[in-house]
């Protein structure tokens, strides 16, 4: 699969700031194809994964009702400049993607 996340991760004092973008149509299953009618199927990112030196540091359970393309951005303590951070999520169709990032 092509990489859907961009992350990145900036230390500052104690505090590990990590913004990431996925990329994903996160459709609801509400809407109709304009051209069929038919219904088009759900399709979002259920659950999006941090972790940090064998650490989870952020378990993130997501519904339909979260936009197309969606940001994340948290904050945690305990890491140093260097480390590494994965990032992943899994979807509703069983697809998934991770992407690990340094800390700076």
């Not at 659950?47 to 993130?60: D, F, K």
């Not at 519904?63 to 590494?84: C, E, I, M, T, W």
Request: aromatic content about 6%.
């Amino acid at each position: 699969m092509a990489k859907t996340i961009k992350a990145r991760a900036k230390l500052s004092g104690e505090t590990t700031t990590v913004k990431a973008l996925f990329t994903h149509i996160m459709e609801t299953g509400l809407r109709k194809d304009k051209k069929t009618g038919k219904v088009i199927p759900a399709h979002f990112i259920q659950e999006v994964t941090c972790s940090h030196g064998g650490n989870t540091v952020l378990t993130a359970l997501w519904g339909p009702a979260v936009s197309k393309n969606p940001y994340l951005s948290f904050k945690f303590k305990g890491a140093a400049k260097g480390d590494k951070l994965t990032i992943s999520w899994v979807d509703n169709k069983g697809g998934s993607d991770s992407v690990e990032t340094a800390i700076k």
